[in-house]
C-alpha cells in the first residue's frame, strides 16, 4: 500500500505561481512513474506532468513552459510548480504514482485561479 498526500492548492491571481507537494510513504524512488493530473468539473481527469525514472519529464502542451515537476533533496516528495496560472488551470490536482504496477492516487488539492 502507498500513501500520497497532496497540499499546496490555492486561490490564486491569474499570472500567479503555486508549488504543491506530493508527500509519499515510500522512496520515489521505487514509484516511477510519478505524475501530476488534473480534473475540472464536468471534465475528465487529465496528465499535466509526469516524471519517470531516468529523470525524463513529460509534459502535455497545456502545461510545457509553465508547469515543472521535480523531486527535492527528500526521498519522498515531489512537487509540481505552476507559473503563470490561467483561470482554465483551476480543477483538483492529484498526485499519481506506481508500486508494482499498480496505480495511487492521492486525495487531491483544490487549485482555483481567479480574479
Known amino acids: 500500500q502507498v500513501q500520497l498526500v497532496e497540499s499546496g492548492g490555492d486561490l490564486v491571481q491569474p499570472g500567479g505561481s503555486l508549488r504543491l507537494s506530493c508527500t509519499t510513504s515510500?522512496?520515489?524512488?521505487?514509484?516511477?512513474?510519478m505524475g501530476w493530473y488534473r480534473q475540472a468539473p464536468g471534465k475528465q481527469r487529465e496528465l499535466v506532468a509526469q516524471?519517470?525514472?531516468?529523470?525524463?519529464?513529460n509534459y502535455p502542451d497545456s502545461a510545457k513552459g509553465r508547469f515543472t515537476i521535480s523531486t527535492g533533496n527528500a526521498k519522498n516528495i515531489v512537487y509540481l510548480q505552476m507559473n503563470n496560472l490561467k483561470p482554465e488551470d483551476t480543477a483538483v490536482y492529484y498526485c499519481?504514482?506506481?508500486?508494482?504496477?499498480?496505480?495511487?492516487w492521492g486525495q487531491g488539492t483544490q487549485v482555483t485561479v481567479s480574479s
Open positions: 515510500r522512496n520515489i524512488a521505487s514509484l516511477y512513474p
Open positions: 516524471l519517470v525514472e531516468s529523470g525524463s519529464t
Open positions: 499519481n504514482a506506481y508500486a508494482n504496477g499498480h496505480p495511487y
